[in-house]
């Protein structure tokens, strides 16, 4: 996994050096987690660079900084153009974005309202997040000992920095046990989702996913996922998902951004299947790299050209 730093950021409607795109230490965010954010993917095709469910991603985001009450001066159309702009300027064929909302140097305190919102958008190129091989080899998964984050204490459907203090439990628990993901069970002790992935599985050829009430991020992936399985004839079910379902599944996957599709060979070392990527997998993730990278047509408005 390798982080190319490039040339500009975009910083509350201005273009800034890499360098310059310091905070204080004193600023809110950095002592009570105030940052409400994103994680999109620009993929290269064959007319230039294109951002997958841009406007899906911001929104989710302006929606995050809802629930926060933490809105920032920038509308939808704005953060776009921004965007856009941001990947020109960087002059990238590919990358991944992060748009991020954060209530900066104020007031100190835990009140957030005494402070600014500021807006920032980075770009950078960005790998296979789960590994070179784990898109065909799928990867070890384990049950997280941690439970996810549970409604009532913070908001799941909100994507904020706040929750991945939750999610590093998980992840660092796995790697320091030899697993290269953990899997969360939700309060209630069903299926929920990966520390920064959602997770899909297939058992007589239907495909179920956690609903969104099982404390998981409503994932854009997840979305798309649904949607081309619909294309595909194939019959999702959002339910509540008992633990052992996914010891008995024919084949267990990841989606998200970062991951993609990344099939599951192993959970708590119990083969998954045939102990690799299995067919519906690879039917989708063909799918999926068909229209990311213009191929095929997306069934909705999934790619934003960045043109020039
Ligand atoms: N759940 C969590 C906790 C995540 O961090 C992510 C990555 N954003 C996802 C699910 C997948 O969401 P998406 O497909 O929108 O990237």
């Not at 991603?57 to 629930?67: D, E, F, G, T, V």
């Not at 984050?149 to 920095?161: D, F, G, Q, Y």
Request: glycine share 8%.
């Amino acid at each position: 996994m390798e982080q190319t730093i490039t040339e500009k950021i975009w910083h509350n409607g201005e273009f800034i050096d890499w360098d310059q795109a310091t905070i204080h230490v004193m600023s809110h965010v950095v002592h009570y987690a105030s940052a409400m954010f994103e994680g999109i993917r620009c993929y290269e095709t064959t007319n230039g660079p294109a951002v997958f469910r841009l406007d899906d991603h911001l929104l989710r985001l302006l929606h995050s900084c809802q629930i926060y009450r933490s809105l920032p001066a920038y509308s939808l159309d704005d953060l776009r153009q921004a965007c856009l702009e941001l990947v020109r300027v960087n002059k990238l064929n590919s990358c991944y974005l992060r748009p991020i909302v954060f209530r900066g140097y104020g007031t100190f305190g835990v009140n957030p309202l005494l402070n600014p919102i500021e807006t920032y958008i980075i770009c950078w190129k960005w790998g296979q997040y789960l590994g070179p091989e784990a898109l065909e080899q799928g990867v070890d998964a384990c049950v997280s000992s941690w439970a996810r984050i549970s409604p009532n204490t913070l908001p799941a459907m909100a994507k904020v920095s706040a929750n991945y203090m939750n999610s590093q439990l998980i992840k660092m628990e796995a790697i320091l046990n030899g697993y290269t993901e953990g899997i969360a069970l939700d309060a209630s002790g069903n299926v929920s989702e990966g520390s920064g992935e959602n997770l899909f599985l297939v058992l007589n050829n239907t495909v179920y996913t956690p609903p969104i009430a099982a404390s998981i991020l409503p994932g854009i992936t997840r979305d798309t996922v649904v949607k081309l399985c619909d294309l595909l004839g194939l019959t999702v079910k959002k339910q509540d998902i008992p633990r052992e379902m996914l010891y008995i599944a024919d084949e267990v996957f990841f989606t998200g951004t970062a991951a993609e599709l990344t099939p599951i060979r192993s959970i708590d070392k119990i083969q998954i299947g045939q102990g690799r990527r299995g067919p519906i997998a690879k039917r989708l993730q063909e799918e999926f790299f068909a229209i990311t990278s213009g191929r095929k047509e997306a069934p909705g408005d999934w790619l934003t050209f960045v043109a020039t």
